[in-house]
């Protein structure tokens, strides 16, 4: 008769050190490969040509994006809700009331009815807002 000595198995052990080091590297991953950066607008505009025109970097403070689309509708901020002219100017003199160095953006389609760019810009100015700009694309780029 042959008789096996059974050795005393050990039970699995886990190796936490590996997948916290497995874990981070995923984590890494995933912060690299994503995208920060807010899209501008949805909107699709055809902008005017400049050949001043200037590319946007990083400010401060952001400006306020008012956007006329082609059709002459107002969009507001930067989740472009739509307004109305006189929701618009409470709007603007809101953000003036919070921050006295307030800048608005203007951003118009070229097509966009040239009565509501001067209505806009006229509430810009009765709002007391520090300084209004417009964008505008490079001259020869699409």
């Known amino acids: 008769m042959r008789f096996f000595i059974r050795k005393k198995r050990q039970p699995p052990a886990i190796i936490i050190v590996a997948l916290i ?3 981070i590297v995923v984590l ?3 912060m690299v490969t994503t995208t920060f950066k807010k899209p501008q607008n949805a909107l699709k505009l055809a902008l005017p040509e400049s050949s001043q025109a200037l590319k946007s970097g ?6 306020l994006v008012i956007i006329i689309e082609p059709t002459g509708n107002l969009r507001f901020g930067p989740d472009a809700t739509p307004m109305t002219l006189d ?9 003036v009331s919070r921050n006295s160095q307030t800048k608005v953006a203007l951003n118009a389609d070229k097509g966009a009815p040239w009565g509501q760019v001067v209505k806009v810009m006229d509430a ?5 807002v520090q300084s209004l700009s417009a964008f505008t694309r490079q001259s020869g780029k699409p």
């Open 21 to 23: 080091d497995v874990l």
């Open 28 to 30: 890494i991953f995933l």
């Open 58 to 63: 990083a400010s401060e403070n952001p400006p």
């Open 87 to 95: 929701r618009l100017k409470s709007e603007l003199q809101a953000a």
């Open 124 to 128: 810009v100015k009765e709002s007391k």
